[in-house]
């Protein structure tokens, strides 16, 4: 099902044992998973998991990243600071047809103490299967773009 793709992942210790869940589900399928970690429920911070994640799929190693945590929310952030992802934090379904359909999001997070690991694979399955509408999304991506580019110039003047 999924054996072209390959699979950028990080957690953190709230987000390890729904990762290496989804890994092997991911893996039953056929994609190739690229862990980043964590590598244990041991408590860690989870920003630079993530952000080598979305970094992976940035540079073309992976098709997509899937960062997991206690909420999502702060796996999200992180993974949204390195330019050219797009990370989505999809509790549901609908959430993760929208974030590919409309946003093409690269990146899906979740949120291990809000989705049980058997809607958590429906979610990641939604996320994976739906395509990028394009037409009046593209503009909309291409200003996502020109403030990335707007705030790495403002960063270089400081």
Same mark, same amino acid.
């Given at each position: ?9 990080? $957690?953190?210790? $709230? ?7 989804? %890994? ?6 056929? +994609?190739?998973?690229?862990? !980043?970690?964590?590598? *244990?429920? #041991?408590? &860690? ?15 073309? =190693?992976?098709?997509?990243?899937? @960062? @997991?945590?206690?909420?999502? =929310?702060?796996? =999200?952030?992180?993974?949204? %600071? @390195?330019?050219? +992802? ?6 549901? /379904? ?20 809000? &989705?049980?690991?058997?809607?958590? /694979? ?9 395509? !990028? #509408?394009? #037409?009046?999304? &593209? ?8 403030? /990335? ?5 403002? *960063?270089?003047?400081?």
């Amino acid at each position: 099902m999924y054996e072209s793709l390959a699979i950028a992942v990080g $957690a953190d210790h $709230a987000g390890y044992e729904l990762k290496e869940h989804l %890994k092997g589900f991911l893996a039953e399928r056929g +994609a190739r998973i690229i862990d !980043f970690g964590t590598d *244990s429920s #041991e408590r &860690v911070d989870y920003p630079w998991f993530c952000a080598r994640a979305a970094r992976a799929v940035r540079d073309g =190693q992976a098709d997509f990243g899937l @960062v @997991v945590g206690g909420s999502g =929310q702060g796996e =999200q952030i992180s993974a949204n %600071k @390195v330019h050219g +992802a797009r990370a989505a934090l999809c509790p549901d /379904e609908y959430t993760a047809r929208l974030a590919r359909a409309h946003n093409d999001a690269n990146v899906i997070a979740l949120g291990a103490r809000v &989705v049980p690991p058997a809607y958590a /694979e429906a979610i990641l399955t939604v996320f994976l299967a739906t395509a !990028f #509408e394009g #037409e009046r999304h &593209v503009a909309r991506l291409r200003q996502i773009a020109d403030i /990335e580019r707007e705030e790495a110039e403002l *960063s270089l003047g400081e």
